[in-house]
């Protein structure tokens, strides 16, 4: 079975920069479409950025066009969402996901790792 791991949370202030990585394990994802969506406290999980594995376009939230880029590392099973300019809004849980039939709707992702904390302070 598949399994994703998320790291490269942690607090940071706003303005700071944070890498966020995926690591893809248990089984062979270079079908799948990757993504990453977080879910702040109360507040339902939201789509944020995914790509091919495979290659080709990227998908952002238009909340985080120009501020966040995804991008895989196909060498090491891994894929990333950098951060710029974190502001207390961007406060959440992130979470990778995987999916066969890619999208912006979480119903859609099978694979789902724990998800790493990213909280911002002013």
């Known amino acids: 079975q598949g399994q994703l791991e998320e790291s490269g949370g942690g607090l940071v202030q706003a303005g700071d920069s944070l890498r966020l990585s995926c690591a893809a394990s248990?089984?062979?994802?270079?079908?799948?479409?990757m993504g990453w969506f977080r879910q702040a406290p109360g507040k339902e999980r939201e789509f944020v950025a995914a790509?091919?594995?495979?290659?080709?376009?990227?998908d952002y939230a238009d909340s985080v066009k120009g501020r966040f880029t995804i991008s895989r590392d196909i060498a090491k099973n891994t894929v990333h969402l950098q951060m710029n300019s974190l502001q207390p809004a961007h406060t959440a849980f992130y979470y990778c996901?995987?999916?066969?039939?890619?999208?912006?709707?979480?119903?859609?992702?099978?694979?789902w790792g724990h998800g790493t904390p990213v909280p911002v302070s002013s």
């Open positions: 996901a995987a999916a066969v039939v890619g999208g912006r709707l979480p119903q859609r992702y099978t694979y």
């Open positions: 790509v091919r594995w495979s290659g080709g376009t990227s």
């Open positions: 248990g089984r062979t994802f270079s079908a799948y479409h």
